[in-house]
């Protein structure tokens, strides 16, 4: 099992007991305010439009999408991620590459 925190200036902190936490390099200093995970992918979303994904939660890939709006949350139902932004724009990210 791994947790994982998500915090400002793109910080990602995981742990495999809860106890020890390790920084992660997400690639970004925007704040990350939403994470989800679904088809063996983790996906994190922040502001600036920012999407990271990543197979395993400790190596993450910085993706950005088309919204004009800062993105605060993310979820993952029928197969599919769906984030969500400031101006409730809802952004499916198989529009975007395939995760």
Not at 3 to 19: K, L, V
Not at 38 to 57: C, H, K, Q, Y
Request: net charge negative; hydrophobic share 40%; no cysteine.
């Amino acid at each position: 099992m791994l947790w994982w925190n998500i915090r400002y200036n793109g910080a990602i902190t995981t742990s495999s007991d809860g106890i020890e936490w390790a920084k992660r390099v997400s690639g970004t200093t925007a704040e990350l305010n939403g994470v989800s995970y679904g088809n063996n992918t983790f996906v994190a979303v922040g502001n600036d439009r920012i999407i990271l994904t990543s197979p395993d939660g400790i190596v993450w890939t910085e993706r950005v999408s088309d919204t004009k709006s800062d993105l605060t949350g993310i979820d993952f139902g029928k197969n599919t991620f769906v984030a969500y932004g400031t101006t409730a724009i809802v952004v499916s990210l198989a529009n975007y590459y395939k995760i």
